[in-house]
């Protein structure tokens, strides 16, 4: 059975790198990044070569709580689960550990 991976900021660079390489190994793939036409056409782009039983996107901003939820729901509703999540996109906060930033920031 393949994993599922949820990847944010997956629609350039790196993290479409990322997708792309996780179908190259017949992963799912979810593609994720702020604007919704930028996830569809990566997602059609991708489909186009892998076949569209194994990607899907949606928009999700990652400094909403309430979008990281949506984007997992999502995923689980298309395949089933998440089996592993990649936290590619990247916000500006002040520089500090991971454990001393709180949940707003």
């Given at each position: 059975m393949s994993k599922t991976v949820v990847i944010t900021g997956s629609t350039r660079?790196?993290?479409?790198?990322l997708a792309e390489n996780f179908l190259k190994q017949g992963c799912r793939?979810?593609?994720s990044a702020?604007?919704?036409p930028a996830v569809?056409?990566?997602v059609s782009d991708l489909t186009?070569?892998?076949?569209a039983e194994k990607v899907v996107g949606k928009a999700c901003d990652i400094s909403r709580h309430e979008d990281l939820q949506a984007l997992w729901d999502f995923a689980?509703?298309?395949f089933g689960a998440v089996d592993i999540w990649i936290?590619?996109?990247?916000i500006s906060l002040p520089r500090k550990p991971v454990t001393e930033q709180?949940?707003?920031e």
């Open positions: 660079g790196i993290g479409r790198g793939v979810v593609i702020t604007r919704q569809d056409q990566v186009a070569s892998h076949g689980c509703a298309q936290n590619n996109a990247g709180s949940a707003e």
